[in-house]
């Protein structure tokens, strides 16, 4: 059973920075690509960032582009997200992806 569990949310100033960590089981992890999600209030998930199984082709939305940088620790089987200059329109739920396979997300609030 594929298994992603997000971790790493919490409430942060505009400006601020937080890592997420997304620890994955149940496959095998090096073999995937990745890719980090989001879902703010009310609205619809949307993409934000995508890796290779091998980390070492990435990409990202046009809103996160410069701020966020996604990575992977094949050995540790967990995908990471840095989050740097965040702005209030970064609140959202953020989960980590696997094929059709979504975890329990994490909640990132960015509010002074």
């Known amino acids: 059973e594929v298994q992603l569990q997000a971790s790493g949310g919490g409430l942060v100033q505009p400006g601020g920075s937080l890592r997420l960590s997304c620890a994955a089981s149940g496959f095998t992890f090096s073999n995937y690509a990745m890719t980090w999600v989001r879902q703010a209030p009310g609205k619809d998930i949307e993409w934000v960032s995508g890796?290779?199984?091998?980390?070492?082709?990435?990409r990202y939305a046009a809103s996160v582009k410069g701020r966020f940088s996604i990575s992977r620790d094949n050995a540790k089987n967990t995908l990471y997200l840095q989050m740097n200059s965040l702005r209030p329109e970064d609140t959202a739920v953020y989960y980590c992806?696997?094929?059709?396979?979504r975890g329990q997300g994490t909640l990132v609030t960015v509010s002074s």
């Open positions: 992806t696997q094929s059709r396979n």
């Open positions: 890796i290779n199984d091998g980390g070492d082709r990435t």
